[in-house]
């Protein structure tokens, strides 16, 4: 962070600024203003990193602000201990560095974690850590962005100026815990997959599993090698494939049929291989949606489930599948279709969602509902005003990628242009914007 300057004094020293009132000064004497000659980027996971890595191969200082303790937070705290990729290594590399050869084909969380690092060490990328950002707008009149922060222990307030401010938080900030009736009178432990690392502490306990995604799916498997007894609640349909069609990558196989045949009838021969490899899924209560896995995902940016073995430990009865919840009592579960089972503990494997629009000040790039752009796939890494964002393409780390690259050369065409006419922001010529707080 030694490429940073810091403006002289306080805000109530700068004599460019004029208070509106005696609030805006009290406020002002506890915030630095410091100002960043290249990008802000806000979070330090994989795509983060990888928008730094590509700046930094142009020339182009940027500042990562990352509000937990650690890069790729989400990978390093909030994942069970038995997390693999669910993608073969090749689609999951960021941009500029492989993963190592001697990598298997399907990294554990430990190996990707060492990967990343590795990739910060290589690029030099040193994050500002435990820096959480409060508010980010952008001030019409100086033409620069203000992104105000707090510290670790929300004493000290920063707020830094900058040109461009990428959005790189990305789809799975924060958890999304669902609300049922009765739920204060379970009277067992309620987690959330983030707290979940394994099934250790559940040991011979009935658990219900809430969620049919890859992470409800493979907690139940984990569940399962330690002697717990599962239950899966499936309240929506789900295209449930197998992770391999004959030793090939099913992903893998899907994007190169992409190139031939039209999509629709690459949903058709993924069905009906599925069909052939899991049988009708349906006979279990799991029901495939009316559109095909890669036309789902292409509208609506739902994934679907790869099988790495679950589905055998259901057809077994290991695994047990459940209706939608329709309220929680005191050490059990009624279902919707009026059964009612006790059970020990209750995980949601309810997934995350974006946090954008918690603290970005502005609403034509990122939609109000679901903080995503509103753009979609691939139009949606560039807004207005030197805004980009970065991981929210609904494509995983290859999308990420693909963003990173666009990103950092429209950055720097935008540059070499201001270079070329002499034309720069104006630093601090406006009163009242840059003074509120």
């Known amino acids: 962070m030694d490429f940073l300057k810091e403006l002289e004094g306080k805000r109530v020293h700068d004599p460019l600024i004029h208070f509106q009132s005696k609030t805006d000064m009290a406020a002002a004497k506890t915030t630095r203003r410091i100002l960043v000659p290249g990008p802000v980027i806000v979070g330090a996971g994989p795509s983060g990193l990888a928008a730094a890595a590509c700046l930094k191969e142009k020339g182009i200082p940027s500042l990562i602000l990352e509000r937990a303790n650690c890069i790729a937070s989400l990978w390093e705290l909030k994942t069970y201990d ?33 990967y990343l690092k590795a990739y910060a060490e290589r690029f030099d990328l040193k994050p500002a850590f435990n820096t959480t950002v409060v508010s980010a707008k952008y001030d019409t009149c100086s033409g620069l962005w203000l992104v105000k922060t707090l510290g670790l222990k929300n004493e000290e307030e920063i707020e830094y100026v900058c040109q461009w401010l990428i959005v790189a938080t990305g789809e799975n900030a924060e958890e999304v815990v669902p609300e049922f009736e009765g739920t204060k009178d379970f009277g067992g432990p309620i987690v959330h997959t983030s707290s979940y690392k394994s099934g250790e502490m559940f040991r011979e306990k009935k658990v219900l599993v ?55 009838l690459v949903d058709r021969f993924l069905l009906l291989v599925s069909r052939f490899l899991l049988g ?12 095909g896995p890669l036309e789902l995902k292409s509208v609506t940016g739902k994934t679907p489930v790869l099988d790495i073995g679950t589905l055998a430990k259901i057809r077994s009865g290991h695994i047990k599948v459940c209706k939608a919840i329709k309220q929680v009592k005191h050490q059990s579960v009624e279902f919707i279709d009026g059964k009612v089972e006790s059970f020990d503990a209750i995980i949601l494997a309810t997934g995350y969602r974006s946090n954008v629009m918690s603290w970005l000040k502005e609403t034509s790039m990122f939609s109000e509902k679901n903080g995503l752009p509103r753009k979609a796939f691939p139009n949606g890494w560039k807004g207005e005003s030197g805004l980009y ?26 540059r070499k242009a201001e270079k070329a006419t002499h034309i720069m922001p104006r630093l601090v010529t406006c009163a009242s914007p840059l003074a509120q707080p």
């Open 82 to 114: 038995r997390l693999r990729l669910h993608l073969p290594k090749k689609f999951c590399e960021l941009i500029l560095m492989p993963f190592p050869a001697d990598f298997p084909t399907y990294p554990t969380k430990q190996q990707f974690l060492g």
């Open 280 to 291: 009708d899924t349906a006979r279990f209560g799991i029901h495939r949606p009316r559109r």
């Open 389 to 414: 964002s970065v991981g929210f393409t609904q494509r995983g780390l290859l999308g990420a990628s693909m963003d990173a690259k666009r990103i950092a050369e429209d950055i720097e065409h935008r």
């Open 210 to 264: 809430v969620g049919c995604g890859n992470s409800g799916m493979e907690v139940c498997l984990d569940l399962c090698n330690y002697n717990a007894k599962p239950s899966l609640v499936v309240k929506d349909s789900v295209h449930i494939l197998p992770q391999e069609i004959l030793g090939i990558s099913t992903f893998g196989l899907s994007m190169w049929l992409l190139k031939w045949f039209p999509m629709r």
